[in-house]
């Protein structure tokens, strides 16, 4: 089992995108040092909720700035990519960082950036499936391939893949609909699973996962949030109060592309939802929710958002916290559980 955090680079309030990047990199640094094993960067354009507009850019940054963590992206959003500039820098990354990087890809949403990068909403309506799986043709092929396409909405003649990496990056696939992961299966591709659904909820994406073809040995990532107290009333409190500060301005800044009405997100109601799903409270309160977590059927990874607070300082001790006196107890619950399983 493997442990993350899930950065998506948001700007709080009186924070410059500047201090929010900044705040990010300090973060993967300091995961690295509290024994996590990934980060995971998330990818938005023109909003607060999220100020890297290329995961894949900064995520070469902190493979450099850090020695062992490996780092992904949750996600890329492919609908605004050209698969194979996609593949081509996954491959690049994965031939300089070998084993570290991971690309999580995405359908996301029919957002502005559809028509300012000019791909498009007949891409994000219906062209995920194809692009996806350019996309994996390219990481796929063997050194000295290469190729052509001719499908609906890409065609080219062929030409070499370069650079072909010794390891083609893991990629994962973010799945919020029985369709994404009936194509996720198909393509045997892990799942990206979000932290707006339960563990129950994660373990029936699972199951349907495994009905429609997907393979059993596939390990899936499952998102939450945690933040750390000496008392679980101090920790939802701290969340409830301080997460809308974030999410309110920032979720604002999904505009739909053709004049569509987004529903509005009741940001006070979706915090305490999220205080009741995950690891938020005492330390054994989080040890608990984290282990309940890591007992969904087929999930190997869990993700963690950490930034519940516009207190940098906070912020790091709850890292802290979260590495020296959550995830000891944690591993060492899951290892006496895999011994009593195999016993």
Not at 83 to 91: K, N
Not at 149 to 164: A, I, M, Q, T
Not at 286 to 296: D, F, H, K, N, S
Request: hydrophobic residues 45%.
């Amino acid at each position: 089992m493997r442990f993350a955090l899930f950065l998506p680079c948001g700007q709080w309030p009186g924070q410059t995108p500047g201090e929010a990047l900044a705040r990010t990199v300090g973060l993967a640094r300091l995961a690295e040092e509290c024994g996590f094993d990934d980060v995971w960067l998330a990818e938005h354009h023109f909003m607060s909720y999220g100020v890297c507009p290329s995961p894949v850019v900064l995520a070469g940054h902190l493979l450099g700035a850090t020695s062992r963590i490996g780092v992904g992206t949750a996600v890329a959003v492919l609908s605004a990519r050209h698969p194979v500039a996609l593949a081509e820098e996954a491959a690049l990354l994965a031939s300089v960082a070998p084993g570290r990087f991971r690309l999580g890809v995405g359908r996301g949403g029919p957002w502005r950036e559809l028509e300012v990068f000019g791909t498009g909403l007949e891409r994000w309506e219906s062209g995920f499936p194809e692009s996806l799986e350019l996309l994996l043709s390219w990481l796929r092929a063997a050194p000295g391939s290469r190729v052509g396409v001719d499908g609906e909405l890409f065609r080219f003649r062929e030409v070499p893949v370069v650079p072909v990496p010794e390891t083609p990056p893991e990629v994962y696939v973010a799945c919020t609909s029985p369709q994404t992961e009936a194509l996720a299966a198909s393509l045997g591709l892990p799942m990206l699973l979000g932290m707006h659904a339960s563990d129950a909820e994660k373990a029936e994406a699972v199951t349907r996962y495994r009905a429609a073809g997907g393979p059993e040995a596939v390990r899936h990532l499952s998102t939450g949030v945690a933040w750390v107290a000496d008392s679980r009333r101090e920790a939802r409190e701290t969340v409830r109060t301080e997460l809308p500060r974030w999410l309110g301005p920032g979720l604002a800044g999904y505009v739909p592309v053709d004049g569509r009405i987004r529903p509005v997100t009741d940001v006070a109601a979706y915090a305490r939802k999220l205080c009741g799903l995950h690891a938020v409270g005492t330390v054994e309160d989080c040890v608990e929710a984290l282990a309940r977590a890591c007992a969904v059927p087929g999930v190997g990874q869990v993700s963690l958002l950490v930034e519940c607070s516009s207190d940098a300082g906070r912020v790091a001790e709850n890292v802290r916290r979260l590495g020296s006196e959550v995830l000891p107890r944690l591993r060492a619950r899951i290892s006496s559980r895999a011994g009593a399983a195999t016993g």
